[in-house]
């Protein structure tokens, strides 16, 4: 069955503007649409800033919590250093022991991406280093390291705890 044209014209949409629509009307509806889809843009970029600065801030938290208790784990590994090197006359039940608890919180340190790194023989660096003194030294070139007191650690590709040096003068 055909439609008349008036029904025809009651159920298809117009492609054409209402009167109503038509000049400036029209023009600053558009132009108030423009506006408020900028704006939901500029509130959709801002959130997802947002959300980027509180995770780098929930990182950064995370990380300082976990510097703050392996330092001083740092400082234990030192005491096992130094009582290693004298438990020569210890017996060997008690120093198979020291090693096993010395290797195991090694270990831990190690899986958490922390490592020991050497600096005997390499040049004095700020940024990997500690000065403890300055000693005379005619084998090896002025700046260069020649005794390690304690033990530097890196952390990824951060330094965690410079190296504590004695540096030929």
Known sequence: MAKSGKEKEE???????PADFEGTEYERL???LSREQE???RALADFDNYRRRVERERAGSAHAGK???ILPLLEVLDDFDRALEHLGEAPEWMSSGFD???RRLN???QAQGIVPYESLGDRFDPARH???GMTESRDV???TVVAELCRGYRWGDEVLRPARVLVAQ
């Open 30 to 32: 558009k132009a108030e």
């Open 67 to 69: 510097r703050e208790l």
């Open 100 to 102: 096993a608890i010395y």
């Open 39 to 41: 704006l939901y843009l």
């Open 130 to 132: 500690e000065a403890a």
């Open 11 to 17: 159920t298809e949409p117009s492609t054409r503007c």
């Open 141 to 143: 070139e002025p700046g």
């Open 107 to 109: 270990g831990i340190l």
